[in-house]
């Protein structure tokens, strides 16, 4: 079964503070890794899809990047309304379509 | 528009009830998708509609009963919930497939009395 863990739970930064967001994954051949931002009472918002290893993706403040059993968002200068929850998720390779979220990190920058 | 509407945002009701929950999105999307999200959980997949087509149902209990009546719509048909049921349901849409990213509604929060 597919498993996706994130890391840590909660994060809180002072605006201005550089720091990482871990997604772990376990899947049987890997599709893409997708990252989403979550406001309270809001549906996910799409970030961006990693399709290989080594593969990095930028927006804004965010940069992802990808290895062969882990993902990580890099958050750089961030500002207070970076607060959000980050959901990363999973698609396995293969015709099923089912994506597989991560409990997400809820990240607060304070001012 | 590049939006996913649903509708309607918030929704109570009776255990013997039946409603229905919509989404709405002109994108041209041809993957649409139902997800149940408890507090501090993640998305939780229900069904994919596929080119108007179930193609993929996760063992969801049948007081879920999902409907795609075009490309445009789907719907979420519900009828005698328990409590347990009480959730945020999103609706979701993708050009083809997940592997393009979804773009996600607002949700409908449901509460179960």
């Known amino acids: 079964e597919d498993q996706v863990t994130q890391s840590p739970e909660a994060l809180r930064l002072q605006e201005g503070e550089s720091s990482s967001l871990n997604c772990s994954y376990t899947v049987s051949g890997l599709r893409g890794l997708f990252w989403y931002r979550q406001d309270p009472g809001k549906g996910p918002e799409f970030l961006f899809t990693?399709?290989?290893a080594g593969e990095e993706k930028e927006k804004e403040r965010l940069k992802a990047t990808l290895t062969k059993k882990e993902s990580f968002l890099h958050i750089t200068a961030p500002k207070p309304e970076d607060s959000a929850t980050y959901l990363c998720?999973?698609?396995?390779?293969?015709?099923?379509?089912?994506?597989?979220f991560g409990t997400g990190t809820k990240l607060q920058v304070i001012p | 528009d590049t939006e996913v509407t649903q509708t309607p945002k918030h929704l109570v009701m009776g255990m013997t009830n039946k409603k229905s929950l919509k989404c709405e999105q002109h994108?041209?999307?041809?993957?649409m998708y139902w997800y149940k999200q408890k507090a501090k959980k993640p998305p939780e997949l229900m069904f994919v509609y596929s080119y108007e087509k179930l193609s993929i149902n996760e063992s969801v209990p049948s007081r879920f009963s999902p409907e795609c009546p075009n490309s445009s719509l789907l719907n979420l048909h519900l009828h005698a919930l328990q409590p347990e049921d009480s959730a945020l349901y999103l609706c979701a849409s993708s050009p083809r497939d997940s592997l393009y990213g979804y773009t996600f509604g607002s949700g409908t929060r449901l509460t179960v009395v």
């Open positions: 990693l399709y290989s």
């Open positions: 994108m041209g999307h041809r993957a």
């Open positions: 998720a999973v698609r396995p390779s293969g015709g099923y379509q089912k994506v597989t």
